[in-house]
């Protein structure tokens, strides 16, 4: 008999922080990208672009360093775990493609809160956040002070970056989005909160360790 009971995945102030900085990752790259599609040229005028590139900047970096400042503990938490990788996370990632087309869902390892493609995908997405953030700092406040070589290598690394972590954006709204067996992925993100049996058979192991604990399951959660 299937459980068709809900459980908390993600609190409030985490579908915030998300949404938030998703906005404005989305801003940050179409702003940015005015300056390489010609065919957008006109949204560049009076540079109004450069002006919305660091008010969503600010947006960037601003909010989850509020976030990191209220919520130091569960920050930390979901950093320790986006950088932590197992054996089964190795085993997830190896049987990954044969799952993602159709393949046997029951052969997956069982995984925690994060599985094995969103530690991957949060990995590469903190690294270039912090790639964004050191060029695009030199480039809007040291740029007098670099020499013309630093400054186009930060502007290199920044586009690196937006390269990297455009690509893996693209591929978390295919998953979270569109993909047929994540459909509660976007679910989640909205209202917090997924389907017993989809919690089970995608974060097993995080059910299994929090269902043990004689405490709400979305405790853990809240980064």
């Given at each position: 008999m299937m459980d068709h009971r809900d459980v908390e995945r993600f609190s409030g102030s985490t579908r915030?922080?998300?949404?938030?900085?998703?906005?404005?990752?989305?801003?940050?790259?179409?702003?940015?990208?005015?300056?390489?599609?010609p065919q957008w040229g006109f949204i560049a005028q009076d540079g109004y672009t450069r002006v919305i590139h660091r008010v969503a900047a600010v947006f960037f970096v601003?909010?989850?360093?509020?976030?990191?400042?209220?919520?130091?503990?569960?920050?930390?938490?979901?950093?320790?775990?986006?950088f932590t990788w197992w054996r089964d996370d190795w085993k997830w990632?190896?049987?990954?493609?044969?799952?993602?087309?159709?393949?046997?869902?029951?052969?997956?390892?069982?995984?925690?809160?994060?599985?094995?493609?969103?530690?991957l995908f949060w990995t590469i997405a903190l690294?270039?956040?912090?790639?964004?953030?050191?060029?695009?700092?030199?480039m809007w406040f040291?740029?007098?002070?670099?020499?013309?070589?630093?400054?186009?290598?930060?502007?290199?690394?920044?586009?690196?970056?937006?390269?990297?972590?455009?690509?893996?954006?693209?591929?978390?709204?295919?998953?979270?989005?569109?993909?047929?067996?994540?459909?509660?992925?976007?679910?989640?993100m909205i209202t917090g909160k997924a389907s017993t049996e989809y919690v089970k058979g995608h974060h097993g192991k995080w059910y299994r360790e929090t269902s043990l604990k004689p405490r709400k399951m979305n405790e853990v959660d809240n980064t």
């Open positions: 915030s922080l998300h949404w938030i900085v998703m906005l404005s990752a989305l801003i940050l790259a179409v702003t940015g990208m005015v300056l390489y599609v601003g909010v989850p360093l509020i976030y990191f400042i209220t919520h130091p503990l569960k920050t930390l938490r979901f950093v320790l775990e986006a990632l190896k049987a990954a493609p044969d799952y993602y087309f159709g393949g046997d869902e029951s052969k997956m390892p069982p995984q925690g809160h994060m599985n094995s493609g969103q530690k690294l270039s956040s912090l790639g964004f953030i050191g060029t695009g700092f030199i040291l740029s007098e002070q670099v020499t013309g070589w630093g400054f186009h290598w930060s502007l290199f690394i920044h586009d690196v970056c937006l390269i990297v972590g455009g690509t893996m954006i693209i591929v978390h709204f295919y998953l979270g989005v569109v993909h047929p067996r994540m459909t509660e992925s976007l679910r989640s």
